[in-house]
């Protein structure tokens, strides 16, 4: 028997119930914020603060943390289109950040760089701000400044943000960085604000391989790395009894080692069913 389907055989399987068309996260973001313990609004996951602990950037008294992401906008009737830049080189980041950084210093924000395309970004206006994450705006079109209301109604740190957005779009729009590049840069995504709970778990991995593929609609791609993570990574953490948590876009599935073989269970549901209704 192929030891996979041996492994799963004896795997309980639970699936979750699908985030709502509105969600400000994806569900691997959801189910990772709750993996590693976190009680929070999913459009308050402090992914930011988590990331800025990870990195050691911890020495500020504020807890207020962003991710800033470079992104691509295309408006169409009141929409936005976000894209991630592809190619980008940690050079030409950094060139990018440089760039911007004298505008996000006058508001009193510092960047500071994590990954090509990537800033951390520090200001006491982020704290409680909710977002909706880079990765939701990126799969779906979004209404502009993530479906906020009248400017009348929005926050003064919202008000900032989106001035500082148009002052990157008038930036970038012919600036030289942007010459040779098929894509342009033309703006941010900010995400990742939250406070960071006291206790975070340290024990859980997010493996992301399927997700490059899923993007680019390689079903090529897709299956083999799904083949190698079956082997090397899916079966030997339910053998040794660990939780794996299987996530698309909107829906996720929890596996879960089990003693009893997946056939024994569904004999012992169906010992305690009754009656059968025929539906006509």
């Known amino acids: 028997m192929n030891p996979l389907l041996q492994t799963l055989s004896h795997t309980s399987i639970h699936p979750a119930p699908p985030l709502p068309a509105d969600s400000p ?24 603060a988590w990331q800025a602990a990870q990195l050691g950037l911890t020495g500020n008294a504020d807890p207020a943390w962003a991710i800033i992401d470079l992104v691509n906008c295309e408006f169409n009737q009141g929409r936005v289109r976000i894209r991630l830049p592809q190619g980008l080189s940690s050079d030409d980041s950094l060139a990018f950040m440089h760039a911007m950084q004298g505008f996000f210093l006058e508001d009193g924000i510092a960047l500071y760089p994590v990954s090509p395309g990537r800033f951390l970004a520090h200001s006491s206006i982020f704290a409680g701000l909710p977002c909706v994450t ?11 400044l993530h479906d906020v209301a009248e400017l009348s109604t ?12 148009n002052e990157m779009q008038m930036l970038f729009y012919t600036h030289a960085l942007n010459a040779d590049r098929a894509q342009t840069i033309n703006s941010f995504w900010v995400s990742g604000c939250g406070e960071l709970p006291t206790h975070t778990r340290t024990n ?3 493996h992301m391989p399927l997700r490059e593929a899923y993007l680019q609609h390689d079903t090529t791609a897709w299956a083999a790395t799904w083949s190698t993570l079956a082997q090397q990574l899916l079966a030997p953490a339910l053998q040794q009894g660990e ?12 596996l879960q080692a089990s003693a009893t073989p997946w056939w024994q269970r569904l004999w012992q549901s169906l010992r305690s ?3 059968v209704e025929r539906l006509s």
């Open 273 to 275: 069913v009754h009656w």
């Open 25 to 48: 996260c994806c569900a691997h973001e959801l189910a990772f914020a709750q993996a590693l313990g976190w009680s929070v609004p999913p459009s308050l996951m402090p992914m930011a």
């Open 134 to 144: 880079t990765e939701r705006a990126c799969l779906q079109d979004m209404h502009a």
């Open 243 to 254: 939780r794996v948590v299987l996530c698309g876009v909107d829906r996720c599935l929890t």
């Open 154 to 165: 929005q926050t003064p740190a919202q008000r900032l943000l989106r001035r500082l957005q």
């Open 204 to 206: 859980v991995q997010l």
